[in-house]
């Protein structure tokens, strides 16, 4: 009987396990769960027989050893800092691995290692990054292969709070990972403008945003995305004038967070000695300029804004002028914001998810410049099943099933930008309404 490791069992894998072990089902595989909880592992395996919970401490080598070379198949749903000694293991024991975090300069190193001895080591396959690359590469090779030559490409993904579930001013819940949230922009981002090096440092990302209209749902803002010259090479579009990634948000969010962001209230480079015995309110007062007037007032003037304004209003409900205690020592304020939004954008049993992703692609084809969109929107069940599980989980256990039946053996890359990969995995996801609405438009004549 064939072995599937699957470590971590938390929210973002509940998909990724109940797929997994419904065709474990099927084909007779047996599926391990290894959680440092083992009582949430044991939750997730409970209806199958061919599946056992147990728990494992990560930094327990032994047995995180003993349990990999059992496998035949490790997935890790670890955060991504502690893939690499699971993919230390997998070479020296010779399993395959797969992941859906980005690949790192030290992951893709050892993928390298892994290539060498015909394992597969495939990250990124899971929604963003994953689904965006399956997607987006599908399309670039269908223009080329058309003879259409590429002049732009963009692509943008949200994980949002859909309509029926939109109940706060910021019209955004946590979906994902918390701490990426408070963090996201940070660094340089960077992208190509016809033929531009564009460089936006994290002070101009959240202002310097864009918009977007998402048919049927309206118009919503972007900001831009890590790095996005990586992309040129991945992608194959070394000689593009135009590449741009972003991150997809509800209008008004970006220049709400970019007060925050003004403010100081992001800054995770230290912490706080006494943290715990102030208050929300005593925090926002630490960094705003002393004066007679009310601390409300000051953060608007310091801001430019009217304190009655949409971004004071955003500011005020997420509780930056609340009396309540901290109670987190030693805190980042970055920490600290977290642990503050934690309470007020946590999802409520029945709120709903909802997922955006859209690529534009521009390019010439018969002496014309058409524009070809290519859209998904997917909401969730609810606050269990999400729609951001759901298309984390799916590519991830559609490309496991793959290649436990030898329908998959590349070793060729480390992510799932190949045809004999996003291919059948695409084709699959169809089954369960993971399908992509395409408008193509003719923009002019090129003389």
Known sequence: MKDILIIGAGRSATTLINYVLKKAKTHQWNVVVADANVELAKQKVATYDQASAVELDIKNVERRRQLISEAEVVVSMLPAFLHIEVARDCIMLKKHLMTASYVSKEMAELGEQARALGLIFMGEIGLDPGLDHMSAMQKIHEIEEMGGVLTSFQSYTGGLIAPESDDNPWHYKFTWNPRNVVLSGQGVARYLEDGVVKFVPYNRVFKNHKTTEIEGLGTYEVYANRNSLLYLKIY???????????????????????????????????????????????????????????????????????????????????????????ELNNASPAKILEK????????????????????????????????????????GEDQVHTAMAKLVGLPLGIFVKLVMEGEITSTKTSIPVVKEVYEPVLKELKEYGVEFVERTFSLEAVS
Not at 253 to 281: E, H, K, P, Q, V
Not at 296 to 309: C, G, H, K, P
Request: overall charge negative.
């Open 236 to 326: 194959g579009l070394e000689n593009i004038p135009s590449i741009f990634r972003g991150t997809i948000r509800h209008l008004g969010f970006c220049d709400a967070w970019n007060a925050l962001i003004r403010i100081g209230l992001t800054d995770d480079a230290f912490s706080i000695a006494d943290s715990a015995n102030m208050t929300y309110r005593d925090l926002t007062e630490a960094y705003i300029p002393k004066g007679e007037l009310p601390l409300e007032n000051r953060v608007a003037a310091f801001l430019n804004e009217e304190v009655d304004s949409p971004i004071m209003k955003k500011l005020e409900w997420a509780g930056l002028f609340s009396d309540e205690r901290i």
């Open 340 to 379: 503050l939004l934690l309470k007020k954008w946590k999802l409520k049993p029945t709120d709903k998810d909802m997922i955006i992703m859209k690529h534009e692609f521009e390019y010439i084809l018969n002496g014309r410049k058409e524009l070809q969109t290519s859209t998904l929107v997917m909401e």
